[in-house]
Each structure stands twice: as structure tokens, then as C-alpha cells.
């Protein structure tokens, strides 16, 4: 599914709810920031290896997921919010990021 059709659902469900109100460009970022925290959490107190084999376990890669799906949700929402197209953005940071960060 691409990022637009997903952004098209996602507004759907929020419409189907009158969540409307509630997602402000503030209210998004403080949403995204708590999911980013939630995710955190999974790999909090772990060790090196631990986090490497994170999603050997399937309750704890469930979470894990569910986590980054949280992310991906709240920042598409955001994306939507102020017309940000996130693939344009992404091409053009990595075009930059291709001459601040240049191969060996």
C-alpha cells in the first residue's frame, strides 16, 4: 500500500470517529513523541545482544511492532495535517544527506 493510500485510511478512521479537532499539528507531534518514548521502552534495559534478537521473541516483537505501526501512524496523520508529501521530503533529504555524508 503507498504512503497516500495509507495517509486516505487513516484519515477515513479519524473522520469516521470526529477526531478532527483533536489532531492539531501540536497534538500530533506530542502523540508521535509519546509512540517514539513506547517504542524506546521495548529496547530499554536490554543489552546489545538482547536488542539484536529483540524480535526473536514473539510477544516482544508483537510490541514492537505495534509500536513502529503507532509511529508510522502518528506521523502520516501529521503528513496529512499540513500536506507534507513525505516521499518528495524523503528524496530530498537523502539528496542531501548524499552530499553532507558522502561514500568512501
Partial sequence: MSLPALQDQLSDFAVRRDWGPFHTPRNLVL???G???ELAAEFQWLTEA????VMDDPDK???VRHEMA?????LLRLATILE??????LKE??????TRFPAP
Wanted: no cysteine; net charge negative; glycine share 4%.
Fill in 35 to 37: 509512540e517514539v518514548g
Fill in 93 to 98: 533529504k537523502m539528496a542531501i544527506n548524499e
Fill in 31 to 33: 502523540a508521535l513523541t
Fill in 70 to 74: 503507532d509511529v508510522l501512524i502518528y
Fill in 84 to 89: 507534507v508529501d513525505l516521499e518528495a521530503a
Fill in 50 to 53: 538482547e536488542t539484536e534478537r
Fill in 61 to 63: 516483537a508483537r510490541s
